[in-house]
């Protein structure tokens, strides 16, 4: 019989409004025995999915989702089975979230200057369990406040990047974040590269030592999908594949709408040794 994996999934410790609990306990539902928690600049609901999954048989692999930027462009990074209690890997994280904490300041600064000031810094911070902030949090309370009447408009209004409320978060470079990972004996992978659209900078991030490319993702045609395969295969890299579901941030994007082949986690593992 099949197993299914979903490598590519949020929680509320970062800018999903699933808990890990009920991330672990959809899987479950939808049929995928493997999935990898891969929240914004944490990993504090790994534990918490891990004691999930051994109630319900359901294999959590840790995961992150790191930004980076070069040239203008952004590009996510995701870490896979990397050493998620080493202290030095921790610290970054921690920096990281503390940038997000400033950068929401200036954004919730910047809303007032424009007339919008019933919403404030703490609403913000108490819908994620953790500092990981992000526009995604901004974007609810603004739907819920009725400045906008659908999450994407916040963003194309008000959130985006050259729009009025948009201010840079920390960012390194795709090969800081490629480093990074495997310096935490962990497996990197290129995220959504039909949406990122940095094709020519793939040979260089698997000489930096990238080891995948997340191929299977939503909306993504089968066109698509064939020619990143073709790229995988020239560059030896792993076959991924995840949903990004966020909960009711993307209500369209749902946990069982990707179903990972458990052959593709094989190779990953392999990747690290294990």
Not at 35 to 53: F, K, S
Not at 173 to 186: C, F, M, Q, S, W
């Amino acid at each position: 019989m099949s197993k299914f994996a979903d490598l590519h999934l949020h929680t509320n410790y970062s800018d999903s409004s699933l808990s890990p609990e009920e991330v672990v306990n959809q899987a479950k539902a939808a049929g995928i025995e493997c999935i990898a928690i891969t929240d914004h600049d944490t990993v504090e609901a790994v534990p918490l999915a891990v004691e999930a999954g051994k109630k319900c048989g359901v294999e959590i692999i840790p995961g992150i989702e790191l930004s980076s930027e070069i040239n203008g462009r952004e590009v996510h990074i995701l870490g896979y089975m990397f050493d998620y209690q080493n202290p030095k890997v921790l610290d970054l994280f921690n920096m990281m979230q503390n940038e997000r904490m400033e950068r929401m300041k200036k954004m919730v600064g910047k809303l007032k200057e424009l007339g919008i000031n019933n919403i404030e810094f703490e609403e913000v911070c108490a819908l994620t369990k953790t500092n990981a902030v992000g526009r995604a949090h901004l974007a609810r309370l603004l739907l819920q406040k009725k400045w906008v009447s659908y999450i994407g408009e916040a963003f194309d209004k008000y959130l985006s990047e050259g729009k009025p409320v948009y201010f840079p978060k920390y960012k390194m470079t795709p090969y800081e974040a490629i480093d990074l990972v495997r310096k935490a004996n962990g497996v990197a992978v290129l995220a959504h590269p039909a949406v990122t659209r940095v094709d020519e900078l793939i040979p260089s991030f698997a000489e930096a030592g990238l080891k995948g490319i997340e191929i299977f993702y939503p909306m993504v045609s089968k066109t698509g999908m064939d020619y990143y395969n073709g790229l995988a295969k020239k560059y030896n890299l792993i076959a991924t594949g995840g949903s990004d579901t966020h909960g009711v941030i993307k209500p369209d994007i749902y946990i069982g709408l990707i179903k990972l082949p458990y052959e593709n986690v094989e190779q990953l593992k392999a990747a690290v040794g294990r």
